[in-house]
């Protein structure tokens, strides 16, 4: 008769463990086995068993000697960077962004195309995403790291299984994203996912931002449209069909602009780049529609920057309807902080005190809850940093790569 645990449970046991070690790893490094066994609870033989395990699978390396506080020196470890990397790419109405992130979390390549993706039809972008992914995974394999994952941020609905179910502001409707890519790159060995760039953004922050760590955080996208990637106690907000953070189709102002979505006033419409753009420059369309935003926010934060009163006054009416959809999410939630990206980040100073004002003013808890509103640090491309983090954070979960063959 078999007692005890089957062979299945100390596998499970072993693959959580091997996690905790390499999370610890990820957020004290350089750290030692000791360091590791005091902080973990596990015991000093099993955390070298573990540790012996990790540099087997070149996850991670050991990196010197440092005199502990007491004792003998101790062999420090860090997480090992070179076999692994993971690629994450993001679509927005005027550009495909590529980047590829090591375990270690080093950036090692930032592409950017060009792409009018409203102007293409889905087919078209399928085939410009494929061709751009497929250089970035190259180039990785070239320098002998093993691609661990894509993942792709689309500024829309991305449900369960990869599917685009809505992205107004791409014109796309049940695009079959992840299966068309699968196809495109013909059966890839790496893991490919599709995900929604706000929740891809809201990871990026929180593994790697001035707020690294904050256990309930928003991510605004300062794209065509505003999307939230909502964090709560440490963990993405999903929802039941995975279609959560849709604050900008919040409507502000019923008498206001109608919106990509055909509805009218919501934040997007009222506050979102494109609204900013024709607010500030009315002139900026005339050529037709815009389809790369960067000369113009260029142009809006030299007017701001000379305290032209007109650009003043309007980037204090847009922080105002941000304040208002803060003051929203505050008030369901209670973020610690709110992060606005994107094309946000440049006009943060001319945002930021109204969007403050209006939060202090509509937000029901005193001190607006704690909630801080911020501009990223992380730069553009945040979108794609979390697709990669995306399938970094597998790993973290205990879903280890195999151990490279001898
Ligand atoms: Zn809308």
Not at 121 to 148: D, E, F, T, W, Y
Not at 196 to 213: I, K, P, Q, T
Not at 219 to 242: K, Q, S
Not at 245 to 253: A, N, S
């Amino acid at each position: 008769m078999q007692t005890g645990p089957q062979p299945a449970d100390f596998a499970d046991v072993r693959a959580t463990n091997l996690a905790v070690v390499l999370r610890h790893v990820r957020n004290h490094a350089p750290c030692s086995r000791a360091d590791i066994a005091a902080a973990t609870g596990l015991n000093k033989a099993t955390v070298s068993s573990l540790v012996a395990d990790l540099i087997e699978r070149r996850l991670l390396r050991e990196t010197g000697l440092a005199e502990h506080r007491i004792g003998r020196p101790a062999t420090m470890l860090v997480l090992d960077g070179q076999p692994y990397a993971a690629i994450g790419l993001a679509v927005s109405a005027d550009q495909l962004t590529a980047v590829a992130v090591d375990l270690a979390g080093e950036q090692l390549l930032s592409w950017r195309r060009t792409f009018p993706a409203l102007a293409s039809s889905p087919g078209k972008a399928v085939s410009a995403i494929a061709a751009l992914a497929s250089r970035v995974a190259g180039r990785v394999s070239s320098q002998n790291r093993q691609v661990l994952g894509l993942t792709v941020g689309v500024p829309g609905l991305v449900d369960s299984d990869g599917t685009v179910r809505l992205a107004p502001n791409l014109g796309w409707r049940d695009v079959d994203l992840r299966a068309d890519l699968v196809h495109a790159l013909r059966d890839p060995k790496y893991d490919v996912a599709v995900d929604n760039d706000a929740n891809l953004s809201a990871m990026a922050e929180h593994r790697y931002g001035a707020f690294v760590g904050t256990s309930d955080l928003v991510y605004l996208t300062g794209e065509v449209g505003i999307g939230a990637g909502v964090i709560v106690d440490g963990r993405l907000l999903r929802g039941g069909r995975g279609f959560s953070g849709e604050i900008g189709h919040v409507q502000i102002d019923p008498s206001g602009p109608r919106c990509p979505c055909g509805r009218t006033g919501c934040l997007e419409a009222m506050a979102g780049i494109p609204a900013i753009i024709r607010r500030v420059l009315p002139d900026a369309e005339t050529d037709g529609p815009i389809t790369d935003f960067a000369p113009e926010i260029d142009e809006v934060v030299r007017l701001a920057r000379r305290g032209d009163p007109a650009t003043v006054d309007s980037l204090a009416a847009v922080g105002r309807h941000l304040g208002h959809g803060v003051a929203i999410l505050t008030n369901v939630i209670n973020p610690d902080v709110v992060v606005l990206g994107g094309n946000f980040v440049p006009l943060a100073p001319w945002l930021l005190p109204a969007a403050e004002a209006e939060l202090a003013a509509r937000a029901i808890a005193p001190d607006a809850g704690g909630c801080r509103i911020a501009a990223s640090t992380l730069g553009s491309g945040t979108a794609a940093v979390g697709g990669a983090a995306r399938a970094l954070a597998t790993v973290d979960a205990g879903h280890l790569p195999p151990p490279p063959p001898h």
